[in-house]
């Protein structure tokens, strides 16, 4: 058989009377603000001393931050000073590059006849000789005298299988001439193309 015991226990109190007095018993609302008031005219200067440290701390980092601003602020004039002559550079460098535009546009359209007629007197037959040469643009002019025609067709030829002429060159005409004191026959020439490259 089991017993049950159905009597309630009592629930123990907690005891809420310090030295004489209940403590439930104690409105809060207007002892708080007098024991905060104690508490802090007695502890006053614990707080002074733990502000007094925090202002001393305080004036030690002003005083690190004001001179690393000093520092900036040189750094900064000298880098103003700096931004100013990068700004110069640039201004200059734009001058430059626009000259050098000019200066390659120029050397792209130069038409210097100098390789064209080195060329030309390296192929030039020993019984022909050239009595006139010109440039106008691309076109040019060879005019000359042989002593036979097959000089002038060597000479054609081998200016046809140069780099600077087109293979349209052609023999505008041809006139025999006679010497009358040597009685020496030549032929008088005339070559006309355009050239397709100077260099």
Not at 163 to 172: E, M
Not at 173 to 189: L, Y
């Amino acid at each position: 058989m089991i017993k049950v015991n159905l009597i309630e226990k009592k629930k123990q109190q907690v005891n809420t009377i310090v030295m004489g007095v209940d403590i439930k018993q104690i409105n809060w609302k207007f002892i708080a603000p007098l024991l905060l008031f104690i508490m802090w005219d007695g502890n006053s200067h614990i707080f002074d001393l733990l502000l007094e440290e925090r202002m001393k701390a305080a004036t030690e980092e002003q005083k690190v931050l004001s001179k690393e601003k000093k520092k900036l602020t040189s750094q900064y004039s000298k880098l103003r000073g700096l931004d100013k002559e990068i700004s110069k550079f640039q201004i200059i460098e734009k001058k430059l590059k626009s000259r050098l535009d000019v200066v390659r546009k120029i050397l792209a359209q130069k038409k210097n006849p100098q390789s064209i007629m080195l060329y030309i007197s390296k192929n030039v037959p020993s019984d022909l000789w050239i009595s006139n040469l010109s440039f106008k643009g691309t076109n040019f002019e060879i005019i000359g005298k042989s002593l036979s025609y097959k000089s002038i067709g060597i000479f054609l030829e081998s200016l046809r299988s140069s780099i600077f002429f087109n293979r349209d060159l052609r023999l505008d005409g041809t006139k025999t001439e006679i010497d009358k004191e040597t009685q020496t026959r030549t032929e008088a020439f005339k070559i006309l193309g355009k050239v397709s490259r100077f260099e």
